[in-house]
């Protein structure tokens, strides 16, 4: 029998994206945001998650997406990273999706620059590709990320 | 169950007792008859080598070993304690904590073993050993044990047996160790050894009776629990929350007309509030918890440059947060090293002034205003005026016109610059050209201020006053294009408000850089929202003010002041700091992120590290300095800095910058007669307007010329708002000119009266006012001067 493992998913510009469930502290819709002035761009800014201040990631630039234009308000998936919470900012929540070990494949060669390193690798989905993300690499907001994401 | 806990609670336990056995050495050294004592250091070791056998560190045993027979020796009062000895207790001390801090991080106890000073710990128990009463007999038993112990563990054989044997040996030797209570000393041995027979005056050593029968003290355990850090840190964030919560429950209640709901949270919010006072408590620690080291320090110190020092402690009980009291050990373990070793003199040369030979080192504490002072005072030769100015020179720190130009206070401030010393030699305490100006940083860097008093020959005075807590503090909140941010009041000087007309007066700029005359000084302008890339700036600062009034933050980093020019002013708020996340920590510009009564996150401005983005403080310290000494120079009897402004016809005429308290304005219509006094309302005060025409005028037209009310349809008039003797009163001027800075050395005596003389400023003549001759001589009848306490502006 095959390991199984569980995904939160979300969707980031039509793609499905995934963290393994048991780094999510929590979903939640969108909160009120303080920017933070001079700090990285993939910083979108700072929530108050009930006392606790939380450093929200654009997860659409830290992955060199382009930004949305729908003008809907983002929705947070907190994760535990080393340096405590951090809030990942995604378009739309999708299903906690239970897959086998063996669904799942290493990204194609041709996935290239500082987007191979968060991308894990994908499971193949009946209907579609997850891609499985590297939560600490995700929570990193350097500015190196700025550059490899084509700013 | 799991010996990594017990290793630690065994570590835990041995650093508080090692703080304790300092302090009780260098007691005991003072008064050698203090039994109680004496058995409290024996029972330290006796329990540290107890426990190091149990845990198998046979080094650590070894040295404590050595130690305890040393002790056993003074214990019984068979071997007087003098500073050697006392040196070699210290070090056996010292070589314990290392011993202990290797086991801390790597579990083992290390390589080294100090057959040195073990060597030195033996050799004492023989040669020094004159022992003012007992029979010598004793003594020389114990040699003989602890060669066999040397011996024995030096070929590193089994180190049970050894430390079995040293028991027994011991034993024999009729030294008691208090272990086996029971068996009473034989009676040759003058005054009985252990603690509990003996002294009921001391407290301590009562409660520790009952539980003496393990070898050690133990002091009203039951009072007390320990907690770790961190759980106090997560109630703190918790009552933090609860605080939050409260705020908007209470804005709730009130719209919601329900008594019974505003009963509850009226009730919550007294809980709430009572709860974040305890648990603020709980992170609050008795000052004495870092002096107690000091005692120790100074002795060795003091033996290290031959000195005698006696510590006095006041306060010792005032509390401070934990964070705080970590923060300052250094600093102030350093002042007080810099005391001894600089400030008090060698016994003879106190002697020969007629002191007492050993010197005072006075550590005092207290809270005032919500901030603790901390003094570190000593009765030595006090700081050599003279020779900090040749210092200073020396080092062309600052020029020697400045130098002597200086007053008392700064020439004290230099020792606080980097790279100052004025110890004639180096030593290895000080006088390696750091640790003043380290020390004023890292107390600037906990908001806290540092000053310094000298008299010469009488003795000098540090004086650190630090804020209670870091983890909740005043500040200033203030909006920047829509975001709110807040600025610890600690760096507020005042506020300054510049109205939509007068913005482009104002604000100067000075080759592009914007300015703010304050006072008659310019004050350099940082436009908050540009600092941070907020506002997609218009092309010039001027413009961009254009049309809005101004609002400037006075603050002050690293002794230059800035003007930071923000949005919006919105109110003072008790805030609850909580760090930035270690990714965002590389921004500079903020000190931390606080949540506001409506659950927003403000961020909380770091005005150092603005001040540095913004360049205000790039420059070294020099400019800085070389502005205090014109400022001192300007209120020396050489003046440097004045206010030109147009005389009566074509003349020039100046006052002294410092004795100038504002530049204002006013409209015509803003002036009153009072007799024939004018006069207007000035920040709820009656200012007395002095003319200057009428002042300078000849003596037969005076009268007429007062006569004169103020004609309707001139413009604003030109107000000098002038200090002295702590009233204010204005003087009007037909046109101010400039501010300049000159030599103004070219002197000629006075032609006509109030004036001081004649000065060649910037090539012209220009007559220096005498202020107080125009204050006697303007009949200001019943208008009093504006009391200066009552307009103080600066904030808080």
């Given at each position: 029998m095959a390991h199984s493992s569980q995904f939160c998913t979300f969707y980031l510009d039509k793609l499905l994206f995934g963290v393994e469930l048991k780094g999510v502290q929590e979903v939640i819709r969108s909160l009120e945001m303080t920017k933070v002035p001079l700090a990285p761009s993939v910083v979108s800014g700072l929530i108050n998650l009930r006392g606790q201040i939380v450093t929200a990631v654009d997860l659409r630039r830290r992955l060199g997406l382009p930004p949305d234009t729908s003008g809907a308000r983002p929705m947070n998936v907190v994760v535990r990273s080393e340096d405590g919470a951090v809030s990942l900012l995604v378009d739309e929540i999708g299903d906690v999706v239970e897959v086998e070990e063996d669904s799942f494949e290493s990204p194609p060669e041709t996935l290239r620059g500082s987007v191979r390193s968060m991308i894990l690798g994908v499971h193949k989905l009946k209907d579609r590709l997850l891609h499985v993300l590297d939560i600490e690499k995700a929570c990193q907001m350097t500015d190196a990320a700025d550059a490899a994401a084509g700013l | 169950m799991n010996d990594n806990e017990i290793v630690k609670d065994f570590l835990v336990e041995s650093y508080e007792n090692l703080d304790r056995l300092d302090r009780d050495l260098v007691g005991l050294e003072r008064n050698p008859d203090d039994k109680e004592a004496l058995a409290g250091v024996f029972r330290t070791i006796h329990t540290i080598k107890g426990t190091c056998g149990f845990l198998a560190f046979n080094k650590l045993e070894k040295v404590a070993h050595a130690g305890e027979n040393l002790l056993t020796l003074l214990r019984d009062g068979r071997l007087a304690l003098n500073p050697e000895i006392t040196t070699a207790l210290l070090g056996m001390v010292d070589a314990v904590r290392q011993m202990l801090k290797v086991i801390e991080t790597s579990g083992h106890d290390g390589e080294v073993d100090y057959p040195e000073l073990r060597e030195t710990l033996k050799r004492l128990q023989t040669t020094a050993a004159p022992a003012p009463s007992a029979s010598s007999a004793p003594v020389n038993i114990v040699p003989v044990n602890i060669d066999q112990v040397n011996v024995a563990s030096a070929n590193k054989a089994e180190k049970t047996i050894v430390a079995a044997l040293a028991e027994t040996t011991a034993e024999t030797a009729a030294l008691k160790s208090p272990s086996p209570a029971s068996s009473l000393p034989p009676?040759?041995?003058?005054?009985?050894?252990?603690?509990?027979?003996?002294?009921?005056?001391?407290p301590t050593a009562n409660k520790a009776a009952p539980t003496d029968s393990e070898g050690r003290p133990r002091e009203a355990s039951s009072e007390t629990i320990r907690v770790g850090v961190n759980v106090l840190d997560k109630m703190m964030t918790l009552v933090g929350e609860l605080v939050l919560a409260r705020n908007q429950l209470l804005q709730t209640s009130s719209t919601m007309k329900d008594t019974g709901l505003q009963a509850v949270s009226q009730r919550m919010n007294l809980i709430a509030t009572e709860l974040q006072e305890a648990v603020m408590k709980t992170r609050m620690q008795p000052i004495g918890n870092i002096w107690n080291q000091f005692p120790r320090t100074v002795r060795d110190v003091a033996l290290g440059c031959g000195k005698q020092v006696r510590v006095e402690m006041e306060g010792k009980e005032t509390e401070l947060d934990k964070t705080i009291i970590e923060a300052i050990k250094d600093p102030l373990t350093h002042l007080v090293r810099n005391s001894v070793d600089h400030g008090i003199e060698l016994p003879a040369d106190r002697a020969q002034a007629g002191k007492d030979p050993s010197g005072r080192l006075i550590l005092r504490a207290f809270h005032e205003g919500g901030q603790v002072n901390i003094e570190i005072s000593d009765d030595g030769a006090g700081l050599n005026l003279d020779r900090i100015r040749r210092k200073a020179v020396e080092r062309a720190l600052i020029t020697a016109e400045q130098a002597a130009r200086m007053p008392e206070r700064e020439v004290f401030n230099l020792i606080f610059l980097p790279g100052f010393s004025t110890a004639e030699k180096v030593t290895n305490v000080s006088g390696r050209g750091v640790g003043m100006d380290v020390v004023k940083t890292n107390v600037e860097r906990i908001g806290g201020t540092v000053d310094i008093q000298s008299t010469p020959g009488r003795g000098t005075t540090v004086r650190v006053k630090i804020p209670l807590t870091l983890a909740i503090i005043p500040a200033l909140v203030v909006t920047c294009a829509g975001d709110r941010y807040a600025i610890p009041q600690v760096s507020l000087l005042e506020l300054v408000r510049i109205e939509a007309d007068k913005v482009s007066t104002g604000i100067e700029l000075v080759h592009g850089a914007p300015v703010h005359r304050l006072r008659g000084r310019l004050l350099p302008l940082v436009y908050l929202s540009r600092e941070l890339k907020l506002a997609n700036d218009p092309a010039s600062p001027g413009e961009a003010a254009a049309g809005a009034a101004v609002n400037i933050v006075v603050l002050q980093a690293d002794g230059r002041q800035f003007g930071l020019v923000v949005d919006q002013i919105n109110d003072t708020e008790e805030i609850v700091v909580k760090p930035l996340r270690k990714q965002l920590k590389t921004v500079k510009t903020f000190a931390g992120s606080s949540i506001m009564g409506d659950g927003r996150v403000a961020l909380i401005l770091d005005v150092l590290g603005l001040a540095q983005r913004a360049n205000v403080v790039t420059e070294t310290r020099d400019r800085q300095l070389t502005e205090k000494a014109q400022q001192a120079g300007s209120t020396a009897e050489n003046k440097r800095t004045f206010l030109l402004f147009a005389g009566l016809g074509d003349s020039r005429m100046a006052i002294p910058l410092s004795s100038l308290a504002r530049l204002e304005e006013f409209p015509v219509t803003q002036v009153e007669m009072s007799g024939s006094q004018w006069v207007t309302q000035y920040r709820g005060q009656i200012l007395p307007l002095i003319r200057l025409n009428v002042v300078m005028e000849e003596r037969r037209n005076r009268l007429r010329a007062l006569q004169v009310p103020p004609a309707a349809d001139s413009g604003p008039i030109q107000v000098l708002v002038l200090q002295q003797e702590g009233r204010l009163f204005g003087l009007v001027v037909d046109q101010i000119l400039d501010i300049v800075e000159d030599r103004a050395d070219v002197q000629s005596a006075a032609t006509r009266p109030n004036v001081l003389y004649s000065v060649v400023i910037g090539e012209r003549i220009t007559e220096l006012l005498d202020i107080p001759a125009i204050l006697r001589g303007a009949d200001l009848g019943a208008v009093r001067p504006v009391p200066l306490a009552k307009t103080a502006e600066v904030a808080n």
């Open positions: - | 009676s040759e041995i003058p005054s009985p050894p252990a603690p509990h027979p003996t002294a009921p005056a001391a």
